[in-house]
């Protein structure tokens, strides 16, 4: 069984130095640290993973849903090496041989994607395709759900994070048809409706009620599929789903790790580029398109993705029978290759899975299960055990006397804490329960 490296107080007080460094001159406590791992990483290797002081953890986040091979996979390094030789990685126009044939890769891949531009960041893609949206049909509303990265037009419903001049024609509808339907009246004409899918809480019938109520409107139908593109399922999520979305977004897992993302879609609605800008210098770098490629290779036949999700059923069942071991209200659920767990009581799960993490394990409460495809039998393996002890110790200090409910209670308090819902949404679409 694959252990992690043993905790030691040289070890601790090396590690703290560094991050004292990081907080003094570029970590922010509440997103660096505070939502994320309190961590300074080093190195990375498929799913393993080393602290700046060289302590081993199992990542099974895939880096943020980025490396669904693993980090570091030899084709995609071999790719992007011999790519830097030949051409230096970078070219002063921006069309290369590259980037053409990604595109035509993606048309291939996505049947809606006549034509696609290329970004850098998630972000990027999403604020691309809200502009594309506004162009192409002339209104300026917007109607978004789910998150979509950092830019302002984003942050309309999230106040504590956005400037207070935030885009006011966009409206966010928290995955409530009924509340679509009233803000379109209210704001229309509506340029588009932009969603990420929430693969876990709403199913395949929602998605295409929700299509419905973007037509009904006359609105343009974005999905985003910067995290569900090349991990949900072969064709992307509203292949699966049976959409036909005007434009899609990705980002996550299209490099494998390397920085790139991609506004795809209907070529009458693309050819909005021609009265907009969307140029950026580093379109002429090329590496990235390369890692691209090497990507698609590797996802082609499927196996990388069933690996996974093999991965993530172990996971899914192992986590479920130590908490029911342990009498704890918590549950693991629906979609295996990026799967959620709630707790009812939200502070024990906070409190277990910095155990998990403590121990060796990146997992957190609130962030979402995305094992890669490098994951290890012996890892998982290790990592189910591992919960036992940790859930124990979680126990031991978190006052569980309120810990009862059922799923629907609990996934109702946490889909409104982590992609703002509405109870009424939840409690009608989510199914969840039915997918374990």
């Given at each position: 069984m694959?252990?992690?490296?043993?905790?030691?107080?040289a070890t601790?007080?090396?590690?703290?130095?560094l991050?004292?460094?990081?907080?003094?001159?570029?970590?922010?406590q509440?997103?660096?640290?505070?939502?994320?791992?309190?961590?300074?990483?080093?190195?990375?290797?498929?799913?393993?993973?080393?602290?700046?002081?060289g302590?081993?953890?199992?990542?099974f986040t895939?880096?943020?849903g980025a490396?669904?091979?693993?980090?570091?996979?030899?084709?995609?390094?071999d790719?992007?090496?011999?790519?830097?030789?030949?051409?230096?990685?970078i070219?002063?126009?921006?069309?290369?041989?590259?980037?053409?044939?990604?595109?035509?890769?993606?048309?291939?891949?996505?049947?809606?994607?006549?034509?696609s531009?290329?970004?850098?960041?998630?972000?990027?893609a999403?604020?691309?395709?809200?502009?594309?949206?506004?162009?192409?049909?002339?209104?300026s509303?917007?109607?978004t759900?789910g998150?979509?990265?950092?830019?302002?037009w984003?942050?309309?419903?999230?106040?504590?994070?956005?400037?207070?001049d935030r885009?006011?024609?966009t409206?966010?509808?928290?995955?409530?048809?009924?509340?679509?339907?009233?803000?379109?009246?209210?704001?229309?004409?509506?340029?588009?409706?932009?969603?990420?899918p929430?693969?876990?809480?709403?199913?395949?019938?929602?998605?295409?009620?929700l299509?419905?109520?973007?037509?009904?409107?006359?609105?343009?139908?974005i999905?985003?599929?910067v995290?569900?593109?090349?991990?949900?399922a072969?064709?992307?999520?509203?292949?699966?789903?049976?959409?036909?979305?005007?434009?899609?977004?990705?980002?996550k897992?299209?490099?494998?790790?390397?920085a790139?993302?991609a506004?795809?879609?209907?070529a009458?609605?693309?050819?909005?580029v021609?009265?907009?800008?969307?140029?950026n210098?580093?379109?002429?770098?090329?590496t990235?398109?390369?890692?691209?490629l090497?990507?698609?290779?590797a996802?082609?036949?499927?196996?990388?993705?069933?690996r996974?999700?093999?991965?993530?059923?172990?996971?899914?069942?192992?986590?479920?029978?130590?908490?029911?071991?342990?009498?704890?209200?918590?549950?693991?659920?629906?979609?295996p290759?990026?799967f959620?767990v709630?707790?009812?009581?939200?502070?024990?799960?906070?409190?277990?899975?910095?155990?998990?993490?403590?121990?060796?394990?990146?997992?957190q409460?609130g962030?979402?299960?995305?094992?890669?495809?490098?994951?290890?039998?012996?890892?998982?393996?290790a990592?189910?055990?591992?919960?036992?002890?940790?859930?124990?110790?979680?126990?031991?200090?978190?006052?569980?006397?309120?810990c009862d409910?059922?799923?629907?209670?609990?996934?109702?308090?946490?889909?409104?804490?982590?992609?703002?819902?509405?109870?009424?949404?939840?409690e009608?679409?989510?199914?969840?329960?039915?997918?374990?």
């Amino acid at each position: 069984m694959s252990t992690t490296t043993p905790f030691s107080q040289a070890t601790d007080a090396a590690h703290a130095e560094l991050l004292g460094r990081a907080r003094r001159f570029t970590a922010s406590q509440t997103w660096d640290l505070d939502h994320r791992f309190p961590l300074v990483l080093d190195r990375a290797s498929g799913a393993e993973v080393w602290d700046a002081a060289g302590r081993r953890y199992v990542d099974f986040t895939s880096c943020s849903g980025a490396a669904p091979l693993g980090a570091g996979h030899r084709p995609v390094l071999d790719r992007i090496g011999a790519e830097l030789a030949r051409s230096g990685g970078i070219l002063p126009g921006p069309l290369s041989t590259l980037r053409v044939e990604l595109a035509e890769r993606l048309a291939a891949l996505f049947p809606v994607a006549e034509r696609s531009v290329f970004f850098r960041t998630g972000s990027c893609a999403t604020t691309a395709a809200v502009r594309l949206a506004r162009v192409h049909t002339g209104a300026s509303t917007v109607l978004t759900s789910g998150y979509h990265g950092w830019h302002d037009w984003h942050l309309q419903d999230r106040t504590p994070m956005g400037p207070p001049d935030r885009d006011p024609q966009t409206h966010d509808f928290h995955y409530d048809l009924g509340l679509l339907d009233e803000l379109a009246a209210a704001h229309g004409p509506v340029a588009g409706v932009i969603v990420t899918p929430e693969v876990n809480f709403f199913p395949h019938a929602y998605a295409r009620a929700l299509e419905e109520a973007t037509r009904r409107h006359g609105a343009l139908l974005i999905i985003d599929e910067v995290m569900t593109g090349f991990r949900y399922a072969t064709g992307g999520y509203h292949t699966a789903a049976g959409l036909s979305p005007d434009l899609i977004t990705l980002s996550k897992g299209l490099a494998n790790g390397t920085a790139l993302s991609a506004v795809s879609g209907r070529a009458q609605v693309m050819a909005a580029v021609e009265d907009t800008y969307l140029g950026n210098t580093y379109q002429r770098e090329i590496t990235p398109f390369a890692a691209a490629l090497a990507t698609l290779d590797a996802l082609a036949d499927g196996t990388a993705l069933a690996r996974a999700s093999a991965v993530g059923d172990r996971l899914i069942h192992g986590l479920n029978e130590v908490f029911a071991r342990h009498s704890v209200p918590a549950w693991a659920f629906a979609h295996p290759t990026m799967f959620d767990v709630v707790f009812a009581d939200s502070g024990l799960g906070h409190a277990f899975f910095q155990q998990m993490w403590s121990r060796g394990f990146l997992m957190q409460y609130g962030g979402r299960f995305m094992p890669s495809a490098a994951t290890r039998d012996e890892d998982v393996e290790a990592a189910v055990a591992t919960a036992d002890s940790a859930l124990a110790a979680a126990l031991e200090e978190t006052d569980t006397s309120h810990c009862d409910g059922d799923l629907l209670t609990a996934a109702v308090r946490f889909a409104g804490e982590r992609f703002v819902t509405t109870p009424a949404t939840v409690e009608r679409w989510f199914d969840g329960a039915d997918r374990q």
